[in-house]
């Protein structure tokens, strides 16, 4: 294969799979806001852990493995990690990675009853996976500070 059907292959992956991560980041805090509102011996409640430990487990751990992977492969391809741009935008997927492993950490509370945040808490959670898209998105098309 020839190194322009290689590369569009790897950038497909990444697309694919940091689209299937982002779509758990943002559901697994809503999920949170629901669970949150349940009492902790209900049937619903146990529900909830299922369906969170599932979404991490299947979905959204090993997209998150996949998005690296393939972008650190990009990286090393196209050579921009000394962009000031990508440097910035290598800081936010970052903090979205730790976002994702204090996902998995509430998750681990749900299951184990020991959350006591409200739905409030989550409702304001749920949005710092938006708002860290919407920033790497806006890095990657506009490149700025180059």
């Not at 910035?88 to 990675?97: H, I, W």
Request: proline content about 3%; charged content about 20%; overall charge positive.
């Amino acid at each position: 294969m020839d190194l322009v059907l290689n590369y569009n292959l790897l950038k497909s992956l990444h697309i694919i799979s940091f689209t299937t991560w982002m779509a758990g980041l943002f559901y697994l805090p809503r999920i949170y806001v629901y669970h949150s509102m349940e009492k902790k011996e209900s049937k619903s409640y146990m529900t909830f852990s299922v369906m969170e430990k599932k979404l991490l487990k299947y979905i959204m751990n090993p997209s998150f493995i996949l998005t690296f992977v393939t972008g650190t492969v990009l990286v090393l391809i196209t050579k921009q990690y000394n962009e000031k741009w990508f440097v910035l935008k290598f800081l936010l997927v970052f903090t979205m990675a730790i976002f994702h492993m204090y996902c998995a950490k509430v998750r681990k509370d749900f299951y184990n009853k020991t959350n006591i945040k409200t739905d409030k808490y989550f409702r304001v959670v749920n949005e710092v996976p938006t708002v860290l898209f919407i920033l790497i998105v806006l890095l990657v098309v506009f490149k700025p500070f180059n």
